[in-house]
């Protein structure tokens, strides 16, 4: 629409406004008079409607109205859905954890029956690293089995004393290194005291001792005490080589077969975490078994014994049997046996 412009009559006040307004009251916006707006022709008078506050020219426009922003709601069906989810991964990783767990404790499991049924080779040297690695402080190891060796010394006197024993004679014989050979023609027993080598691991005899039975009997040197034998050699004899062992001798050599061969078994420790690993020998070693006239309380005997492993193990020199006693020093017997240097 098009602007009209007049004045108030009282004031001169100079109001403008639309056509719209053409012959309708307004009030003049300086003096506040009641003023009719001039009629234009070619505008028709309409109904008259509600004046809107007239401005003065220049004045300036009235302030807009703030809009409020509406709060949004809480998100509780977005929250719940997080919640579900994070559960639902919190359970899953639960089960996925444990189901890892039993999966490790059968690889544990598997590797300690590799370990056992092994030979050596390169799991061997991994032990070997592994066992140096956690010998981080030889010094106290070293003074842990002096402590151990002399406890077990004071022991093995104290079972002599009580039976009566005359002393082991080969504990006197010095320690001889034996040499690795597998002609038997070279293999020459040593008048030390029996030990032995395996690579670069020494053999050292604490316990000589024999098992028999009606079925046979097991010539077994060890280092260690019983169960807890680091190293341990056994030879199976028949049931007839043991029930007389004076004056008896065996001889093996790398071409010997046939039944009256004996079974040589050679169990060693490689890793300490792991149980001793067997090695069976039907054949192909070198054996020199010698015994003598026993004494009252001791039976001698000399061996040599080198078989055909990548160690080289050999074990030679003298040793001594206990003789029986009577029953009721069976036990005292055997406990002597295992405080053996």
């Known amino acids: 629409m098009a602007e009209m412009k007049f004045s108030c009559q009282g004031c001169g006040q100079h109001i403008q406004c639309d056509e719209q307004w053409s012959g309708r009251q307004i009030a003049c916006p300086a003096c506040g008079a009641t003023l009719t707006v001039p009629i234009v022709a070619s505008i028709p008078v309409a109904a008259p409607v509600a004046a809107p506050t007239p401005v003065a020219a220049g004045a300036a426009p009235a302030p807009a109205r703030r809009l409020v922003p509406k709060k949004k709601p809480f998100p509780v069906k977005r929250v719940l859905m997080w919640s579900v989810g994070a559960i639902v991964f919190l359970v899953a990783m639960f089960f996925v954890l444990r189901q890892a767990d039993v999966w490790q404790g059968a690889f544990n499991r598997k590797q300690k029956e590799i370990a056992a049924h092994s030979t050596g080779g390169e799991l061997g040297h991994i032990a070997t690293v592994y066992q140096v690695l956690d010998e981080t402080d030889p010094a106290k190891a070293e003074a842990a089995q002096m402590k151990a060796n002399q406890r077990a010394e004071r022991e093995r006197n104290k079972m002599i004393d009580a039976l009566k024993l005359q002393p082991d004679p080969t504990l006197a014989l010095p320690l001889t290194a034996p040499t690795y050979t597998l002609d038997g023609s070279a293999a020459n027993i040593p008048e030390g005291r029996v030990n032995g080598v395996s690579g670069d691991k020494p053999f050292k005899v604490e316990a000589a001792h ?132």
């Open 210 to 341: 024999l098992d028999a039975n009606g079925m046979g009997g097991v010539l077994a040197f060890q280092e260690g005490v019983g169960t807890a034998a680091d190293h341990e050699l056994f030879i199976y004899l028949d049931a007839n080589d043991v029930t007389h062992l004076a004056g008896r001798s065996w001889t093996v050599d790398k071409d010997t077969r046939g039944k009256d061969v004996p079974q040589v078994v050679k169990r060693w420790t490689i890793n300490p975490k792991f149980a001793p690993v067997p090695k069976t020998f039907g054949s192909g070693y070198v054996l020199r078994l010698e015994f003598g006239q026993p004494t009252r309380d001791w039976q001698p005997g000399k061996i040599y014994l080198a078989l055909p492993d990548p160690g080289h193990t050999v074990l030679a020199g003298n040793f001594s049997l206990p003789m029986p006693r009577d029953p009721q020093d069976d036990k005292a017997l055997q406990m002597l046996q295992g405080l053996r240097r």
